[in-house]
């Protein structure tokens, strides 16, 4: 089973909450994103990668992440993904932030949209020193 095979969740994203404490936020729309394909960073425990960080692409980390194996940057129509540019907002696996963070390649990350559940693996500080503004 894949996440967009069953979108709707027992959870609901407004009922869940940001690393800051307040309402979970969706991160996109265009393109859709998240482990539901809802364009919120949702998880639950079946998303082994934990998709809960709201990032803001930029070439430094794309380039990053294709050369750790994961290639977020080729289209792949098979799983209605348009493939990501520098400026998307995209749910990252919280483990893959943190590696970029220790690389220095870290995307901004906008707080609103990054579900609590990340803090488990990231420390609130240390997303802050890579905050973006909501638009």
Excluded: Y
């Excluded at 609901?12 to 265009?30: I, Y």
């Excluded at 220790?102 to 990231?122: R, S």
């Amino acid at each position: 089973m894949i996440a967009f095979d069953h979108p709707q969740d027992s959870h609901r994203a407004g009922s869940e909450r940001n690393v800051l404490g307040g309402p979970l936020v969706a991160c996109s729309r265009q393109p859709l994103t998240g482990f539901f394909r809802d364009g919120c960073c949702r998880t639950r425990e079946d998303d082994a990668g934990v998709h809960t960080v709201c990032a803001v692409m930029t070439r430094e980390f794309l380039a990053f992440t294709v050369k750790a194996g994961n290639d977020l940057v080729t289209p792949q129509p098979q799983w209605d993904f348009p493939g990501l540019v520098a400026g998307d907002r995209w749910c990252l696996c919280a483990s893959r932030w943190l590696e970029a963070a220790e690389a220095g390649q870290a995307p901004p990350v906008v707080l609103e949209a990054t579900h609590e559940k990340t803090l488990a693996i990231v420390p609130l500080d240390l997303l802050r020193r890579h905050a973006a503004p909501l638009p």
